[in-house]
């Protein structure tokens, strides 16, 4: 299938599939697409996506990006998963250490240039594993960002050069966590200390009461993506 031919079968299977459920999406999009994988970063929303996926295609790849900061609770979710469903996740590292990272960009990267920490130990990473599928699923919703609110349940990622799948973009923080409790999920236990959104450890923060969801992602500056989704 060239370029042309997938803009057109995506455009019409996003009007179809707005109204289906995300297990439905994600079987039609395993089905079309058998070299898929989905990117998990242990959030609420990911571990949902984990155990639909384990439902409807546990063969597919699950795959995530270990930037070598992540939160210890973090990695112990990553585990319990993992023992839960006998799944492997695939890990996907940096091409530099953080030690290699510190003597070429000096320490702390991620306070002096968020930016180029994000694009050396995710968009890099990101870029290399997906170059190796041709979709991918991600548990992005539209309610989390602005930069977030057009993002259609299927769409072309001119980013990465692939069909991307967003199966519960319309889905609410409330949806999201009715799901676990109603399934029982394993989750990151750093969502009851306020943090509604969890990247690395060194910028991550709790979130106080009133202010936005994502206010503890690079927190003191105007970052608020990693570059992953456009």
């Known amino acids: 299938m060239n370029l042309l031919e997938k803009e057109d079968l995506i455009k019409i299977k996003a009007e179809e599939l ?15 697409f058998p070299n898929i994988t989905f990117a998990c970063s242990f959030g609420a929303e990911d571990v949902v996506l984990v155990d639909m996926l384990q439902k ?22 990553r585990d319990a998963i993992a023992d839960r ?39 890099e990473p990101l870029t290399r594993i997906l170059s190796q ?16 609110a057009n993002s259609k349940k299927v769409e072309y990622d001119y980013k990465f050069g692939l069909v991307k799948f967003n199966p519960i973009a319309d889905w ?18 750093l969502h009851d200390r306020n943090f509604p959104s969890i990247g690395c450890e060194q910028c991550t923060r ?19 993506e990693c570059g992953l989704h456009k």
């Open 56 to 77: 409807v295609s546990p063969s597919t790849d699950v795959f995530y990006l270990d930037t070598d900061y992540h939160f210890k609770e973090t990695y112990e979710t």
């Open 85 to 123: 469903y006998g799944l492997e996740f695939v890990r996907v590292s940096p091409q530099i250490t953080p030690e290699e990272q510190a003597a070429q960009y000096g320490e702390a990267l991620w306070s002096v240039d968020p930016n180029q920490c994000c694009a050396i130990r995710k968009v």
């Open 18 to 32: 707005e109204g289906a459920t995300p297990e439905e999406i994600i079987a039609w999009a395993v089905a079309t």
């Open 172 to 189: 609410t923080s409330e949806d999201v966590w009715n799901y676990i409790r109603e399934n029982n999920l394993i989750y990151n236990p």
């Open 133 to 148: 599928y041709e979709a991918w699923i991600t548990g992005i919703r539209r309610d989390q960002a602005p930069t977030r």
């Open 206 to 224: 709790a979130v106080m009461p009133g202010e936005d969801p994502r206010a503890g992602r690079w927190s003191g500056s105007e970052k608020t």
